[in-house]
């Protein structure tokens, strides 16, 4: 497509649930990252995949978080269990290869955990 | 998790201002950048900074890489009611796996007509 498509735009979860956050990147990106802002803040990195492989997750906060992207295009962030601090506005971005310029974040997913 | 030191945090100016921000870091970085984020939306890219020293522009908007590599500064001359948004600074240490930014707080700026 032409630019980074996220769904749901906005998803409101009860404390507990479990919630799936996808990311449709720019076809043909390999690299593809997912960001969490919080409200105020400046986007924090949650993990990185270069085509299928999800090479760094160090930013994940729990285990209660988990990104998949099987066939190396679609991304889903799965939150398990969700909490009230896991209510933040959540990016995909994906780029050509690694540098900046060819970055494009997608317009974000708004979770909101009552 | 770790985040670039970012100030002002906000600003209110008049129209036709130049605006300044700047942004510091702990640790080295081999690319600074700047974005803007818009309500509702993902932040896009303003400038890219690749060589300490570097100064670039794109049209009212310069930007400079500190020669330390820990610091940049990005300028708004002539402001405009559109310029209203938050401005990030984000680094970048790319190569192997390591293609994440590190952003700061964000600037809010905000333009009196």
């Known amino acids: 497509g032409a630019g980074v498509s996220q769904s749901p735009r906005y998803k409101v979860a009860k404390r507990g649930q479990d919630v799936a956050l996808r990311c449709d990147p720019i076809?043909?990106?390999?690299?593809l990252f997912w960001y969490q802002q919080a409200l105020g803040q400046g986007p924090e990195f949650l993990t990185y995949?270069?085509?299928?492989?999800?090479?760094?997750k160090s930013g994940l906060p729990s285990d209660r978080f988990f990104a998949e992207r099987p066939e190396g295009s679609v991304s889903t962030l799965k939150i398990q269990r969700t909490q009230q601090e896991d209510s933040a506005v959540y990016l995909c971005?994906?780029?050509?290869?690694?540098?900046?310029?060819?970055?494009?974040f997608g317009s974000g997913t708004r979770l909101t955990v009552v | 998790g770790q985040q670039l030191n970012q100030s002002p945090q906000s600003m209110f100016i008049q129209e036709g201002e130049d605006v300044s921000m700047n942004c510091t870091s702990s640790?080295?970085?081999?690319?600074w950048l700047w974005y803007k984020q818009d309500p509702g939306e993902g932040p896009v890219l303003l400038i890219a900074?690749?060589?300490?020293?570097e100064l670039t522009s794109n049209g009212r908007l310069t930007a400079q890489f500190g020669i330390t590599r820990k610091d940049s500064f990005l300028n708004i001359s002539a402001s405009i009611p559109s310029d209203v948004g938050i401005y990030f600074c984000?680094?970048?240490?790319?190569?192997?796996?390591?293609?994440?930014?590190?952003f700061g707080k964000g600037t809010k700026l905000s333009v009196k007509p």
């Open positions: 971005a994906s780029s050509a290869g690694q540098g900046a310029l060819g970055y494009t």
């Open positions: 640790s080295i970085f081999n690319t």
């Open positions: 995949f270069q085509n299928e492989a999800q090479l760094d």
């Open positions: 984000a680094g970048q240490n790319y190569g192997g796996s390591q293609g994440n930014l590190i």
């Open positions: 900074l690749y060589k300490a020293g």
């Open positions: 076809s043909g990106h390999v690299s």
